[in-house]
């Protein structure tokens, strides 16, 4: 009921493309999901977050995907670039509580 | 303004040391957790501050490992006796409570035991 599943656990792509990352969570009382990136070394940084009233959001060339009824939620990096090589996590939270279920994570390598 | 600030950033010690890594969380921020990331791995929930209680140690691993915070601040997490299983990176983030708020991570402490 806790677990927030993140698929896929390394990811290819070609600078140009579109990458995809997708969780899916149990508990229908999460209503915060953010995404978070974080480069070697480096501890992650936030990158996004969505509440489940909308749908998507999108800021820059990353967007944030949500189907509240499948109960799961994607990233999507348009015109993937190298310099977004870098591990992603989603995490889910209940708002104003203190818990954060974050996803395993996923390595985004884009080659040049 | 300043981010999460932990120290040291690096910390080689010899199996069986005690090591304290310390975190200085966002000015203003009640919350604060620490968690631990293996190499390549996700991140592995150690425990919560509201304040300077911990209502939440259920991560901690052993009782060799604990934490305080001081003043609604500063925390450190003290590893006693480190082992090798040890080794690994310690990351503290704070947040403001209330409402959707976002957790800010610091670059943690990488943690290495001979």
């Not at chain 2, 901690?60 to 590893?79: H, N, Y």
């Not at chain 2, 947040?95 to 402490?109: A, E, K, V």
Request: net charge positive; aromatic share 10%; charged share 20%.
């Amino acid at each position: 009921q806790q677990q927030v599943k993140q698929s896929p656990q390394s990811l290819i792509v070609q600078k140009g493309g579109i990458s995809i990352i997708n969780c899916a969570y149990e508990n229908t009382a999460f209503d915060y999901f953010p995404w978070y990136q974080q480069f070697p070394g480096k501890g992650p940084a936030l990158l996004i977050a969505i509440r489940p009233d909308v749908s998507e959001k999108k800021e820059g060339r990353f967007t944030i995907s949500f189907n509240k009824s499948a109960k799961q939620f994607s990233l999507h990096i348009m015109d993937s670039q190298p310099g977004d090589s870098a591990t992603y996590f989603c995490a889910a939270s209940i708002s104003g509580t203190y818990k954060y279920i974050f996803g395993t994570g996923t390595r985004l390598k884009v080659l040049a | 303004g300043a981010g999460v600030s932990q120290s040291p950033s690096n910390k080689v010690t010899e199996k069986g040391k005690d090591v304290e890594l310390r975190c200085d969380p966002i000015s203003g921020h009640t919350a604060l957790y620490w968690y631990r990331q293996s190499l390549g791995q996700g991140l592995e929930f150690l425990i919560y501050f509201q304040g300077n209680s911990a209502p939440d140690k259920s991560g901690l691993p052993s009782d060799r490992f604990s934490a305080e915070r001081t003043g609604g601040s500063v925390s450190t997490l003290t590893i006693q006796r480190t082992q090798q299983e040890d080794s690994a990176v310690y990351l503290c983030a704070s947040r403001r409570t209330g409402g959707s708020q976002p957790q800010h991570f610091g670059d943690g402490t990488r943690l290495s035991i001979l």
